[in-house]
């Protein structure tokens, strides 16, 4: 049964120490940065308070109850068995990806990614030298509450021939809320195996879509997919533990794990014993937490929609498919070259601009909306006022 997840209010989230309550004016309402301002789930809270208790606070080594929980949650979420012998820790979804990529690539060779798409993806694809490829992704008609996105395969097809060599794939895809279907994600997997492309699923999104159903974790779409695939995820995000700093590669191929055995044993040494022991904690006991955070959601996704249509019709909004990040397309509000910094400067209210995602999308804004009614309902009213 779903537990009743509320925010917590303003004034007990000003209290807070982590970058999004510190990197803007106090009088600014801060609505950029992908976590949540909700209480954790009670075990969470329970498992780390027990280590502070016990002073147990030295170096993460082996952790294989994290690889067990997260395969028995993969399992009941999305009848979707890990093998355990296939996943490793890494510090984050981040640097696991970055890593990983460096055992499969020499630098120059080409990466690809489909924008707009969360905004790190970027600098990955720098940090190891790589040659960036952009495929963006297709939408049907303009984009509104009926937009449609999907991948490119036909554009894909001709980047994987021109010697494409890795695929960073966002799935769920941040920030346009969309979820690849699995017909899809088996085609894609199918070019990747033609033309001998590794494909990165950053799937730290996962556990937060609304219907469970329409999510296929991209290891399981196919045979070709298990050949080719390296999935990367986390329970930080779906969790809210992003600073605890601990996520899971999982391989389902024998030649790629030996071949991203490569990468330095600081990837697993630099994560923190505090995620590893929450994230079991998440996934093992915090189901009903979760259930009630996507009700939470639910709702404020759907808010959003009744604010835009009573308040601003002018901004163009699509409900996302999972998580808490409504991509709002600002152009008819006329802010200028960068929306973001004007709603920071006329309404004191934090976006996530969206020139950050690609270079298309530079009147399109980022809204984290995993907070309250009341905060989300105040941003709107900010973002009126500064028109």
């Known amino acids: 049964m779903a537990e009743v997840v509320r925010a917590l209010s303003l004034n007990d989230l000003k209290k807070r120490k982590s970058s999004k309550w510190r990197e803007f004016p106090s009088d600014v309402l801060p609505l950029p940065v992908a976590e949540m301002d909700f209480p954790i789930a009670n075990p969470i809270k329970s498992a780390l308070i027990d280590m502070i208790e016990r002073s147990d606070t030295g170096y993460l080594g082996p952790f294989p109850e994290m690889f067990d929980a997260f395969s028995d949650f993969s399992q009941k979420l999305w009848n979707w068995k890990v093998d355990v012998s296939q996943m490793r820790i890494a510090t984050d979804v ?37 040659t960036l490829v952009d495929v963006p992704l297709t939408i049907s008609g303009e984009y509104g509450p009926d937009a449609t996105f999907n991948l490119d395969l036909e554009g894909i097809e001709r980047e994987y021939q021109g010697g494409v060599k890795v695929h960073i794939l966002c799935h769920p895809h941040n920030p346009v809320g969309v979820i690849f279907d699995k017909q899809t994600l088996t085609e894609l997997a199918r070019l990747a195996k033609k033309y001998r492309v590794h494909i990165i699923s950053d799937e730290i999104h996962g556990p937060l879509v609304f219907n469970r159903k329409d999510f296929t974790p991209f290891l399981s779409v196919s045979e070709d997919a298990r050949e080719i695939g390296i999935t990367v995820t986390s329970a930080s995000k779906g969790f809210n533990l992003a600073g605890l700093k601990c996520a899971v590669i999982v391989t389902s191929s024998p030649s790629i794990k030996e071949k991203i055995n490569a990468m330095p044993v600081s990837v697993a040494f630099r994560a923190s014993l505090f995620g590893a022991v929450a994230a079991t904690a998440a996934f093992r006991d915090s189901i009903s937490w979760l259930d009630g955070v996507i009700n939470t959601l639910n709702d404020n996704r759907q808010l959003i929609r009744n604010l835009i249509d009573t308040k601003i019709p002018a901004i163009k909004y699509r409900i996302p498919d999972f998580g808490y990040l409504a991509w709002l397309d600002l152009t008819e509000l006329n802010l200028g070259d960068d929306p973001a910094k004007t709603l920071i400067e006329r309404g004191k209210v934090a976006l996530k601009g969206g020139f950050m995602y690609g270079p298309r999308h530079t009147q399109f804004a980022r809204l984290n909306f995993g907070t309250s009614p009341e905060i989300i309902s105040e941003a709107f009213d900010r973002i009126l006022r500064s028109v």
């Open 94 to 130: 981040g640097v696991g990806t970055v890593e990983v990529i460096r055992t499969l690539i020499t630098p120059g060779e080409k990466v690809m990614l489909n924008s707009p798409v969360y905004e790190n993806m970027w600098r990955w694809v720098a940090e190891v030298g790589a």
